[in-house]
């Protein structure tokens, strides 16, 4: 008894005390307020775990990163090499070289730290495209979130600047052709391509100021952005609430799933020390990037098989399909060759992910809110554009390798170089038409499915002796999904308010290539089931 008491006093006082401390916080900081957000419903589908693989290797990033300042010179300055790597014995090369190097073999888990720095960087740039693609094949750019799409799409190439930055400072042979390859394309811009090309290096190419420089963008300047544009990103995902897939209790108007505290909290850690695990395990198993193997850089000389990391793969492959082709413009040559593929390709790859939430919402006259998710099937048109721009991507990130594929394979590096040529012209509109036919198939399918209820594989005979096959009715959620799907009507010809009459002709004809083709099925009905047990509503 007398135990008994002493716990209940005891308890009673750290309840005193916990209630007093909330009560100081709640003065000075919104911890109140704070409550409801701690309730707030995050979706458990795997596909929203993208965005949180990026944002725990970026944290990856920052940690290995803060780690290889400490050892890391960036300076060009020529030394002698007389460290423990005997190959190099001797060697000139520049400091910055000469650091990594012995970040790599003289400090104690460098090289594991220096790996994991490099693989983290991978999977960032990877989850960050995989994100952008659940987003676009889904339908999540849409209103109200065009300007965290924007915010997406703009830490994707503060992402391939930064990695390129990062890549570029050991200043190995490997890292030195890029850069080459990078004053290359400077210098074909037109007018200014040589002021720029001295500006970046301080001077004649390679100078001795672009490691600092890119050692400033890279720990500085571009990181600095970038967490800027997570945070705000991350703040308006709480305020806008997340997407959710179609289902019974699921519509625009709420958010259902966990609550962020504890299972979406627990979830999240445990996801990121399994992110940091696998990237450490890479980093202690899996080469990358041997600078010691490639060897100081000089200017006169490029290392057999040059490949980027595959970020930037595609831009080897755009230089090496383009044609040689060079105009005289008043005594100045202008390089096609080089300004296409590098400059103007790139330039207008991003324009079009920049444009494209509002060229549908223009085309499709959607000016709604949506919080359900699409699913990819359900929109032939916006999903034959993606796989279209996969496979565009995909010849030209093959062609940046197409020596090292030639090589292995024992075939004609010419021939293969027109097969990469036409492949990159006709394949896009293969893989949309076929991209497109496939989702409509699925679309017709689900309708039957709706219609006559699912196979069941049983057979019974008939008063006429034949036999036919027996059907159950789909469940309850099943035909909530199915029948969620919603296409609208094709514009009509007329012009809107305020466009011209051949404006308005173009937007109907997009709009009638958009959803001329459909396959529409009966209207939902009311919803017959609410959430899962243990689910959120918001």
């Known amino acids: 008894m007398l135990l008994n008491r002493r716990r209940a006093r005891a308890g009673a006082r750290a309840r005193d005390a916990a209630e007093r401390t909330v009560q100081w916080a709640d003065g000075r900081l919104p911890v109140s307020a704070g409550g409801g957000l701690l309730r707030k419903a995050f979706p458990e589908h795997w596909s929203f775990l993208l965005g949180e693989i990026a944002l725990y290797s ?14 890391f010179k960036p300076s060009m300055t020529e030394v002698v090499y007389d460290g423990s790597y005997e190959p190099l014995l001797g060697l000139s090369m520049s400091e910055a070289y000469r650091s990594t ?16 720095h490099h693989w983290a960087a991978l999977v960032f740039l990877s989850a960050i495209g995989v994100h952008l693609l659940r987003v676009f094949f889904t339908g999540a750019f849409r209103r109200p979130r065009e300007v965290n799409w924007l915010i997406g799409v703009t830490l994707f190439l503060l992402a391939l600047v930064e990695g390129f930055a990062g890549y570029s400072l050991p200043d190995d042979l490997l890292s030195g052709t890029g850069l080459r390859i990078a004053q290359g394309i400077m210098l074909s811009i037109p007018v200014v391509g040589t002021y720029i090309s001295m500006f970046v290096f301080g001077g004649e190419y390679p100078g ?21 544009l997570v945070t705000l990103h991350l703040i308006l995902v709480f305020y806008l609430k997340h997407t959710q897939w179609a289902g019974p209790g699921r519509t625009n108007r709420n958010a259902v799933g966990k609550p962020m505290f504890p299972q979406f909290v627990t979830n999240s850690t445990g996801l990121f020390f399994m992110v940091f695990g696998v990237l450490t395990v ?61 400059v103007v390709l790139p330039a207008a790859l991003f324009a079009v992910l920049y444009a494209y939430p509002f060229f549908e919402r223009w085309v499709t006259g959607d000016h709604q809110e949506h919080h359900l998710c699409d699913r990819p099937r359900d929109k032939p048109v916006r999903t034959g554009l993606g796989v279209a721009a996969i496979c565009f991507y995909a010849v030209l990130l093959l062609a940046g390798g197409n020596d090292i594929i030639a090589h292995v394979f024992d075939i004609s590096l010419n021939l293969l170089t027109w097969v990469f040529r036409i492949s990159l012209v006709l394949l896009p509109p293969i893989a949309f038409m076929v991209t497109k036919r496939v989702c409509l198939a699925l ?35 099943e035909r909530h999904v199915l029948r969620s799907r919603r296409e609208p009507e094709p514009l009509a010809p007329a012009p809107a308010d305020g466009e011209a009459p051949h404006v308005g002709r173009l937007r109907a004809t997009l709009s009638e290539w958009y959803y001329g083709d459909r396959v529409d099925v009966e ?7 609410p959430s899962s047990p243990g689910e959120l509503e918001r």
């Open 208 to 228: 001795d100021d672009i490691v600092p420089r890119l050692y400033s963008v890279h720990i500085l300047l571009v990181p600095g952005v970038l967490l800027a």
């Open 282 to 342: 890479l980093g202690a198993v899996a080469q990358i990037n041997p600078i010691w193997v490639y060897g100081p850089y000089r200017p006169d000389v490029v290392s057999f098989g040059s490949q980027p990391d595959w970020y930037v793969g595609f831009l080897e492959g755009s230089l090496r399909l383009m044609p040689p082709f060079e105009t005289e413009v008043w005594g100045h040559t202008v390089m096609w060759n080089v300004l296409v593929p590098a």
């Open 101 to 116: 190097v012995d970040i790599s073999f003289d400090v104690r888990g460098g090289l594991l730290i220096r790996q994991t």
């Open 58 to 71: 970026f944290v990856v990033l920052l940690l290995t990163g803060v780690w290889l300042t400490l050892f």
């Open 523 to 529: 209207e939902a009905g009311p919803e017959e089931s």
């Open 443 to 477: 679309q017709e399918r689900e309708r039957e499915r709706l219609d006559e209820g699912a196979e069941t594989g049983q057979l019974r005979q008939t008063l006429a002796g034949g036999y036919v096959e027996t059907h159950a009715p789909l469940g309850t959620e």
